[in-house]
């Protein structure tokens, strides 16, 4: 797809040259590169929201999980206690 910028200040384009010849590229293969990084680093923000979201959902349930299983721990300790009194 090609895509056309127009009315770009003269001195930001030569600063675009310059950035490109230090980098052994032409204006448009530079800027080619600079346009898919940009679109890139969008999706790539998007993924890391959708991760941060999905992480603070599991660190929620592993605490619930967490609380539920130390109330099953203290249920069978009264268990074991129960039953060690019966023993006797």
């Not at 898919?36 to 660190?59: F, R």
């Amino acid at each position: 797809m090609n895509v056309i910028v127009r009315n770009l200040n003269p001195t930001k384009v030569k600063v675009i040259d310059e950035l490109a010849k230090e980098k052994g590229m032409s204006r448009q293969e530079f800027l080619k590169v600079q346009i898919e990084k940009i679109a890139t680093t969008n999706e790539l923000s998007e993924i890391e929201d959708k991760y941060q979201l999905l992480l603070e959902k599991v660190i929620l349930v592993l605490e619930q999980n967490t609380e539920t299983m130390k109330k099953i721990y203290k249920v069978i300790e009264e268990l074991s206690e129960e039953d060690d009194f019966h023993e006797l």
